[in-house]
């Protein structure tokens, strides 16, 4: 609100001015007079902020101060008080309680208080007089939108209420209920201290966040670049065509490729607009599987480094006739791009600079299949090379199960069955007060890259004596179970499990057995022990969590010791059983293994180049696994042509006969 000063006429001699003060102290803060017919009114009954700004009766800055002469010792009455105040502080809700009707005031805040928020957005507080207050003018702002508000409500017992503001660059947002929001929006194109005022409803909260905060210039320049990019896109085959945009006329119409930091931020806000653009990364995905970036003076992929953040799953990538001389020019995108299979260099110097560059292209981007439209490699070929770095198990040649007398047999077929429908009673029946058991979890084993998450590992970690992890003794100690009673607690807070049926499906363990030596013996005759049999099993187990109700699979190893039972009791004891739980992860059939014929010798005659590759894809799958290898060029043929020109099972070769290569075979030295 303006100060309500009066007007900078001059008084007659002997008439006194009657004028009000909130603090005598301060002259930073407006007093109250009565208005005087020679005011000056602006079109919605308030005084002109501008008026008598520098015509008060002592020529001071347009703030009615109290004389301090006793011709006014009567003072600020308390409402005048109480209205100054409030006007400043913003909370104008609270005026007309006071004046009017408390009661209906108080009923009035209650319950937009209770009501749900609704956002505006208004326009034109920097552009009134009121901005050059201490506060921006926000306060009068917000005084203006109730008070005016409220004097079109029809109901003299409802006042209009801010509940929330916060401003925003060229924007105030505020937050009132539904019902003031109606009122508040009829205010849109009025006057405030001079200036017209826009309100509208927003879904961008206090503005926090969101373009709505942009100035209405940046916002016409975005929805500019927009329909800029909208014209580059080609729907029917995904492509967006950034090329050439130094010679776009809209672009240079808009000052965009002035120089050449104005061209970086022109691109980067390309890329912004485009980001924008969709609710998820999947959309995007979807809609834009190709870019050209042609024709535009790249000398170094710095330039447009957004392009890989705001499109990182992009299969089709044109840098064709820029300026990239080397590999280092590119390095930036090495380790991006990772389902990039096409990428076109046509036209740039590392063409003439660095013939076998392709070659590098091919191992920063793992997917990458053809450069310059030649086809380098298959998808067959790049999955059978990303496996072939991938870790592998131990050769598996069938299990070494040395069972005496059936026991290890008998013992497999009913514990697991047990173990998942009645466990108190398989504690009773092969377990005993000196039987130890131990549960150990690696949350970090290798996984089936095509399997399900496992479930969560919450009711295994408090038990879990992985010794990698707990390294303390006495920790160690605690998650050492000795004795049916202490196994029976952890086994009862472990989830459900329901493992395969060892008859119908083989396939899904691996069993070893072998007999030991040296076990305590329960009846203490023979003080130097007993015979035993050590049991490893690896499978799988399907287990339901007991909260979340989910089901999921999980990947196991265990290891029993069996030994004699005490005297009276079972024939076998479970000595000891070590759990160790781990993703789900397929193992190797090795009984199928077992029973297939021997592999026949690789035919040494080398076979014939498929029709499908021709001499330049010949010479970059040479080049690419020598440098791999560090075989010479023509060991690297000979590789090559064992297996059809096939490159992933050529380097799997190489791998597996390196050991027994010649030392000739090598450009360099083997690692």
């Known amino acids: 609100m303006a100060p309500r000063g009066a007007k900078g006429k001059t008084a007659s001699a002997g008439r006194e001015t009657r004028s009000t003060t909130l603090n005598s102290k301060s002259s930073s803060r407006g007093g ?21 700004a520098t015509r008060t009766q002592h020529g001071g800055d347009g703030n009615a101060r109290s004389r301090g002469d006793g011709k006014n010792g009567r ?29 209906a005031a108080k009923q009035a ?14 326009h034109g507080l920097k552009a ?25 409500v029809r109901s003299k ?3 209009v209420i801010i509940r929330k503001s916060h401003p925003v660059g060229d924007y105030v947002f505020v937050g009132v209920s539904k019902i003031d929001a109606e009122e508040i929006l009829k205010l849109n194109t009025f006057s405030f201290a001079g200036s017209k005022l826009e ?9 926090h966040h969101g373009s709505a905060t942009e100035s209405k210039e940046t916002q016409e320049l975005r929805a500019k670049l927009q329909e800029i990019l909208s014209q580059r896109y080609t729907s029917e085959v995904k492509l967006l065509k950034l090329d050439a945009l130094a010679s776009d006329t809209s672009l240079v119409t808009l000052g965009m490729f002035d120089n050449r930091e104005r061209a970086l931020k022109t691109f980067k806000g390309l890329m912004a607009i485009c980001d924008g653009l969709f609710k998820t990364a999947k959309a995007k995905q979807e809609a834009i599987e190709s870019i050209s970036l042609a024709n535009n003076n790249i000398d170094n992929v710095s330039q447009v480094e957004s392009v890989a953040l705001t499109f990182p799953q992009l299969k089709n990538l044109d840098m064709s006739g820029n300026q990239i001389a080397n590999m280092q020019a590119v390095e930036q995108w090495k380790g991006k791009f990772k389902e990039l299979e096409a990428l076109y260099m046509t036209g740039n110097p590392i063409e003439a600079n660095d013939p076998n560059y392709p070659a590098t ?9 053809s450069i310059n439209g030649n086809i380098l490699r298959t998808p067959e070929q790049i999955a059978a090379q990303i496996a072939a770095t991938q870790p592998r198990p131990i050769p598996q040649h069938g299990p070494d199960f040395r069972d005496v007398n059936g026991i290890a047999e008998t013992f497999l077929l009913e514990f697991f069955t047990a173990f998942d429908t009645d466990r108190p009673k398989l504690l009773q029946d092969l377990y005993d007060d000196r039987s130890k058991f131990s549960l150990a979890v690696d949350t970090t084993s290798v996984r089936d890259p095509d399997a399900p998450p496992p479930p969560r590992w919450t ?3 408090p038990d879990s004596r992985n010794l990698i992890k707990i390294s303390n003794f006495n920790a160690r100690k605690q998650r050492l179970k000795i004795g049916t009673k202490s196994i029976a607690e952890c086994w009862n807070a472990l989830p459900f499990t329901r493992h395969p049926s060892i008859k119908d499906h083989i396939d899904k363990y691996i069993m070893d057995c072998k007999p030991i030596q040296g076990l305590e013996d329960p009846s203490g005759a023979n003080p130097s022990g007993v015979d035993g049999l050590m049991i490893t099993v690896h499978g799988e187990f399907e287990e339901s969590d007991k909260k979340t109700s989910t089901m999921g699979m999980r990947s196991f190893s265990r290891t029993f010791i069996l030994g004699p039972g005490q005297p009276g009791q079972a024939a076998i004891r479970v000595a000891s059983d070590m759990l160790s739980l781990r993703a789900s992860s397929a193992l190797p059939n090795v009984h199928k293994a077992m029973e297939a014929p021997p592999a026949t010798a690789p035919q040494q005659q080398a076979t014939p180049v498929p029709s499908g590759v021709d001499a330049t894809q010949r010479q970059a799958m040479l080049a690419e696994l020598a440098r791999q290898t560090g075989m010479t060029a023509e060991y690297a043929e000979m590789c090559l042509t064992q297996v059809n020109w096939d490159f992933g099972q050529a380097l799997a070769i190489f791998n597996e006969k390196k050991s027994a290569l010649p030392p000739e075979a090598f450009a360099t030295n083997p690692q």
């Open 361 to 369: 292209l091919l191992e920063w981007f793992p997917k990458l299949q």
């Open 109 to 122: 805040r209650s319950k937009a208080n209770a009501a749900p928020v609704v956002y505006l957005r208004v």
């Open 75 to 103: 003072g600020a009455s308390k409402t005048a008080q109480t209205i100054l105040k409030h006007l400043t502080s913003g909370d104008a809700d609270r005026i007309s309680s006071r004046v009017k009707n408390p009661e």
């Open 128 to 152: 009134s007089k009121a901005s050059s207050s201490k506060d921006g003018g926000l306060s009068q702002l917000l005084s203006f939108l109730e008070r005016k508000s409220t004097e079109r």
């Open 32 to 52: 109250i007079s009565k208005r005087r017919g020679q005011g000056r009114v602006d079109n919605d009954g308030d005084l002109d902020m501008g008026a008598g």
């Open 157 to 159: 017992s409802r006042n």
């Open 199 to 207: 309100i509208v409803e927003t879904e961008d909260g206090l503005g």
């Open 459 to 461: 009711p295994y970690l």
